[in-house]
T-cell receptor, first 109, second 113 residues
Framework: RKEVEQDPGPFNVPEGATVAFNCTYSNSASQSFFWYRQDCRKEPKLLMSVYSSGNEDGRFTAQLNRASQYISLLIRDSKLSDSATYLC??????????FGGGTRLMVKP | NAGVMQNPRHLVRRRGQEARLRCSPM?????VYWYRQLPEEGLKFMVY????????ESGMPKERFSAEFPKEGPSILRIQQVVRGDSAAYFCASSPGSDQPQHFGDGTRLSIL
């Protein structure tokens, strides 16, 4: 079983749509969680940290459920510029990031 | 305030040659990490360094790969006697401390002929 499981997609959505991504992780000792986005052949960029209480940054909302070992990302009012691969990531006690394979989002006009 | 700087952006080597990849962390960051992304795959951790120390190299292949982060100068990832399977994007990240978000450089795309 992969340490971080994500649906690879692609998710094809029209502009303005709301889209949700989920991921599950297997390491219950994971400490910190993040969503990164990666554009084609570019470096991963930190999108947001993820907390059990849920956190929101503009059109983006992230949620962590430790009991179910499940993380979600909600994007409201999708823009063309949101097209990218979204990476579910956790930081373990050894300070290394473990990445999911990513979920590809394509926002169409 | 410059971000994480990696060079070269692209590197082409023939089988058997050596590849040297450089990474300068963000100002104020003393923790450096190297990750590798093989074609069509996710990023995989390779090594974690602080100044002059290797903290964790559990993701490094046992042979041909080495990394350092000297007191002065950038971190270097060195691959000796490269093979076709080493072709990948190598990303460096840095953070100001442990348990802090890591910020990535643009990466070095290594191609082996």
């Amino acid at each position: 079983r992969k340490e971080v499981e994500q649906d690879p997609g692609p998710f094809n959505v029209p502009e303005g749509a709301t889209v949700a991504f989920n991921c599950t992780y297997s390491n219950s000792a994971s400490q910190s969680f993040f969503w990164y986005r990666q554009d084609c052949r570019k470096e991963p960029k930190l999108l947001m940290s993820v907390y059990s209480s849920g956190n929101e940054d503009g059109r983006f909302t992230a949620q962590l459920n430790r009991a179910s070992q499940y993380i979600s990302l909600l994007i409201r009012d999708s823009k063309l510029s949101d097209s990218a691969t979204y990476l579910c990531v956790y930081l373990n006690a050894g300070n290394m990031l473990t990445f999911g394979g990513g979920t590809r989002l394509m926002v169409k006009p | 305030n410059a971000g994480v700087m990696q060079n070269p952006r692209h590197l082409v080597r023939r089988r058997g040659q050596e590849a040297r990849l450089r990474c300068s962390p963000m100002k104020g960051h003393s923790h450096v990490y190297w990750y590798r992304q093989l074609p069509e795959e996710g990023l995989k951790f390779m090594v974690y360094l602080q100044k002059e120390n290797i903290i964790d190299e559990s993701g490094m292949p046992k042979e041909r790969f080495s990394a350092e982060f000297p007191k002065e100068g950038p971190s270097i990832l060195r691959i000796q006697q490269v093979v076709r399977g080493d072709s990948a994007a190598y990303f460096c990240a840095s953070s100001p401390g442990s348990d802090q978000p890591q910020h990535f450089g643009d990466g070095t795309r290594l191609s082996i002929l």
